[in-house]
């Protein structure tokens, strides 16, 4: 109890901290006083453009990877893996594809575009449920499945980015991972669609805590396994969907955060669940910062900031996996 309570405490602290100083750090650098000040009287030009411009994505930065953190934990939960990761195995792309179908055919609805993106990202986890199944899921089969998805998903997208030799920039916010331009109608779009799922998958701790357990056993406590598999996975679909909608292709997230969040606070759901979603915004906060103060004034994406840490995450996993099931 002491050691998640405690776990608790510093990841709160740890992401307070995080977005004080990115929200004081970059091209234009105030101290917390001058922000808060400015932000009262609207006066100081500095302090509106660090509102118009900085806040609005280190909001979305931080909603985005707690969706991506919880998301990975509510999969890993539903196909018992700890590989299952919405960047990883396709879903993340899927539902891209079809942010990206939205925007380009119905530019009026970019607000719903969540709920395209859910559709999207729906049909891929379907997808690698039906061809990764066959007496229990293979660890490795699922990389390459999703591995498969990811690509054809990506090639869609990029169709509508390319027509000829020029770039459609009508949509490249859309279908770029960078958090930079964003505004205060993208937080709306993340902070409604993103509170929605991330309060749901808070309830669903209890379903999350059944579907780990082995499925004759599930049964027998009277549940409808099937029923639990759905709900879960549609509330891990629309958090993906959601942050991929606003923030872009950002994988890795949901691999990192559950592994360690289990070491810290144990596998029960209820603690698990909540402390991912910090852990989660605290990580892509930090990783986009980074990516602004790194090579400054350019900027590095916080998508490719996780793949670089990610990358040798997953090689890793993948190898305990083979120690553990054998060679697959």
């Known amino acids: 109890m002491t050691k998640r309570l405690l776990s608790f405490v510093v990841v709160c602290v740890l992401l307070f901290s995080v977005v004080c100083y990115s929200v004081m750090t970059g091209s234009i650098q105030v101290s917390m006083g001058d922000l808060v000040r400015g932000l009262i009287s609207g006066t100081d030009e500095k302090v509106q453009v660090i509102k118009d411009l900085r806040i609005p994505r280190i909001i ?7 969706a991506l953190a919880v998301s990975g934990v509510l999969l890993q939960a ?8 919405a960047g990883i195995i ?12 939205l925007v380009s055919l119905f530019p009026a609805l970019y607000f719903w575009s969540p709920l395209f993106a859910f559709i999207g990202g729906a049909l891929a986890c379907f997808l690698v ?79 999350c805590n059944l579907l780990v357990l082995q499925e004759k056993t599930v049964k027998n406590l009277g549940v409808s396994v099937a029923r639990s598999r759905l709900l ?32 810290l606070v144990g596998s029960d759901h209820k603690c698990l669940l909540p402390f991912s979603a910090l852990a989660g ?26 793949s670089i840490i990610g990358g040798p995450f997953l090689i890793f996993m993948l190898r305990r996996s083979e120690k553990k099931h054998g060679s697959l």
């Not at 979305?60 to 707690?66: E, L, T, W």
């Not at 539903?78 to 990761?85: G, H, I």
């Not at 770029?176 to 779009?189: F, G, H, P, Q």
């Open 60 to 66: 979305i930065a931080a909603f985005a990877g707690a």
């Open 78 to 85: 539903v196909l018992r893996n700890p590989l299952a990761e």
């Open 90 to 101: 396709g879903i993340s792309s899927g539902a891209g594809f079809t942010s990206i179908l």
């Open 129 to 207: 449920y039906s061809f990764s199944w066959r007496s229990g899921f293979s660890p490795v089969k699922m990389i390459l499945v999703g591995v498969a998805l990811n690509a054809v998903f990506s090639g869609l997208s990029d169709t509508f980015n390319y027509r000829g030799s020029y770039t459609v920039t009508s949509i490249s916010p859309t279908t770029t991972s960078t958090l930079a331009m964003k505004t205060w109608t993208d937080v709306e779009i993340i902070v409604v669609f993103g509170s929605i799922g991330l309060l749901i998958s808070f309830f669903l701790y209890s379903s």
């Open 232 to 263: 879960v996975s549609a509330i891990a679909v629309l958090l993906a969907a959601v942050s991929t909608a606003v923030a872009g292709l950002i994988a890795f997230i949901g691999l990192l955060i559950p592994h360690i969040a289990r070491q």
């Open 281 to 306: 915004a605290f990580l892509l906060v930090l990783a986009d910062t980074l990516g602004r103060i790194i090579i400054a004034p350019n900027e590095i994406p916080a998508s490719i900031i996780m």
